[in-house]
């Protein structure tokens, strides 16, 4: 139904090799929780675990943490503007991970303010269908979410960047990959 009322509903999953060649592509315009669904599971082997050892607790954290994934996804697509041609993109690099979608921001949401701005819905039918579902609260508290759990892993803020035309939210996975230290020791 989705794909019928909305002739730009897609999304593409990209597991990069580097920045830029990819050895695992995921096409879909399912229906949104199945696309969930699909790159959660696309997503999962390759999102890694450490395990954090103090003294007697042992703390497992993931790259990407899933409430965070679940809930950058679902931004991706309540807050795309479906009258501009595009897909939702997910780059799944070795460091990060970037969601974009088609579509700046909405009303006057931008990166600086989008931790305590208002909430505020492009697509309120589609906002309030997920509500319904249990999959969004609809009060506002995503993004902060997004941040309390990323920062309660030791890990960087969700980073956006927006134009007139999309929004990309970067999520860092907080690991130096071996061969990016060898490049930053030797001053490359």
Same mark, same amino acid.
């Given at each position: 139904?989705?794909?019928?009322?909305?002739?730009?509903?897609?999304?593409?999953?990209?597991?990069?090799?580097?920045?830029?060649?990819?050895?695992? =592509?995921?096409?879909?315009? +399912?229906?949104?929780?199945?696309?969930?669904?699909? #790159?959660?599971?696309?997503?999962? !082997?390759? /999102?890694?675990?450490?395990?954090?050892?103090?003294?007697?607790?042992?703390?497992?954290?993931?790259?990407?943490?899933?409430?965070?994934?679940?809930?950058?996804?679902?931004?991706?697509?309540?807050?795309?503007?479906?009258?501009?041609?595009?897909?939702?993109?997910? =780059?799944?690099?070795?460091? +990060?991970?970037?969601?974009?979608?088609?579509?700046? #921001?909405?009303?006057?949401?931008? !990166?600086? /303010?989008?931790?305590?701005?208002?909430?505020?819905?492009?697509?309120?039918?589609?906002?309030?269908?997920?509500?319904?579902?249990?999959?969004?609260?609809?009060?506002?508290?995503?993004?902060?979410?997004?941040?309390?759990?990323?920062?309660?892993?030791?890990?960087?803020?969700?980073?956006?960047?927006?134009?007139?035309?999309?929004?990309?939210?970067?999520?860092?996975?907080?690991?130096?990959?071996?061969?990016?230290?060898?490049?930053?020791?030797?001053?490359?």
């Amino acid at each position: 139904l989705l794909r019928q009322q909305l002739r730009g509903h897609e999304a593409i999953y990209l597991h990069m090799k580097s920045d830029t060649e990819y050895d695992k =592509r995921v096409d879909s315009a +399912r229906p949104l929780l199945a696309i969930l669904e699909q #790159f959660t599971q696309a997503l999962e !082997p390759y /999102n890694r675990i450490v395990t954090l050892k103090l003294g007697l607790f042992h703390f497992e954290i993931p790259d990407f943490p899933e409430e965070v994934l679940r809930e950058a996804l679902l931004n991706a697509f309540v807050h795309r503007d479906y009258n501009v041609t595009g897909s939702v993109y997910v =780059r799944h690099f070795p460091d +990060r991970l970037e969601i974009s979608n088609p579509g700046g #921001f909405f009303g006057d949401v931008n !990166p600086r /303010n989008i931790l305590g701005h208002v909430p505020m819905s492009r697509n309120r039918l589609l906002a309030e269908s997920l509500q319904k579902v249990r999959m969004v609260e609809r009060a506002g508290m995503g993004v902060k979410r997004m941040y309390h759990i990323l920062l309660s892993y030791g890990k960087e803020p969700p980073n956006y960047e927006s134009g007139p035309d999309f929004v990309r939210l970067n999520l860092r996975s907080g690991r130096v990959e071996p061969e990016r230290e060898g490049r930053k020791e030797a001053g490359i």
